[in-house]
């Protein structure tokens, strides 16, 4: 299995910058690609995926959302924050069979 | 407009099988490079993926439960199902599925149904 860590918390103020990183102890690039995707789940709904492969945004996401990284060490900045995005975050690779982290919950000051 | 939805038993007793299926809208699972996917998450824990399926009946399975997983599905009416075998407390938990694509990215989710196994 692919491991992905993520610290379990990260508190931000209003308007500034989140990063949320998320570490794999295998290499999850493939032909020109890093199968590292990221999702947003809020309290009592459903995730929603924000970016894929590493740096893509997904369709709807606003552009506050970006996502980069490679190999084994991938980050998630939210910028600015906004009261909205309080909630988890997930990363999920698919380089192999797919495994998620285990969360950051991140709390808006 | 993609849209899936899971139903199950709510509650069922250990040792019983549980049956899931996921009505989707939106997309075919018989288009090339489609799939659908099973996540489940116990209450106020993480993401576990269970297992997908492709459109050319291709099948994944979370090794740490392989042997009590069967994932099918049925193209003509947009369904996708997941069969556990033998469950026990631990299997309490909101079940997801979701729409999976070449990168297997779960780019689709549906609400989730809450199974809880309990005697």
């Known amino acids: 299995d692919i491991v992905l860590t993520q610290s379990p918390a990260l508190a931000v103020s209003l308007g500034q910058r989140a990063t949320i990183s998320c570490k794999t102890n295998?290499?999850?690039?493939?032909?020109?690609?890093?199968?590292m995707h990221w999702y947003q789940q809020k309290p009592g709904q459903q995730p929603k995926l924000l970016i894929y492969l590493a740096s893509n945004l997904a369709s709807g996401i606003p552009a506050r959302f970006s996502g980069r990284g490679s190999g084994t060490d991938f980050t998630l900045t939210i910028d600015p924050v906004e009261a909205d995005d309080t909630a988890t975050y997930y990363c999920?690779?698919?380089?192999?069979?797919?495994?998620f982290g285990s969360g950051t919950k991140l709390e808006i000051k | 407009q993609v849209t899936l939805k899971e139903s199950g038993p709510g509650i069922l007793q250990p040792s019983q099988t549980l049956s899931l299926t996921c009505t989707f809208s939106g997309f075919s699972l018989s288009t090339y490079g489609m799939g659908v996917g099973w996540i489940r998450q116990p209450s106020g824990k993480g993401l576990e993926w269970l297992a997908n399926?492709?459109?050319?009946?291709?099948?994944y399975y979370n090794p740490s439960l392989k042997n009590r997983l069967t994932i099918s599905k049925d193209t003509s009416n947009n369904q996708a199902f997941l069969k556990i075998t033998n469950v026990d407390t631990a299997d309490t938990a909101t079940y997801y599925c979701?729409?999976?694509?070449?990168?297997?990215?779960?780019?689709?989710w549906g609400q989730g149904t809450l199974v809880t196994v309990s005697s």
């Open positions: 999920q690779q698919s380089r192999n069979l797919p495994t």
């Open positions: 295998q290499n999850v690039d493939y032909y020109g690609n890093s199968y």
């Open positions: 979701a729409r999976i694509g070449p990168t297997t990215r779960f780019a689709y």
């Open positions: 399926i492709w459109w050319d009946d291709d099948k």
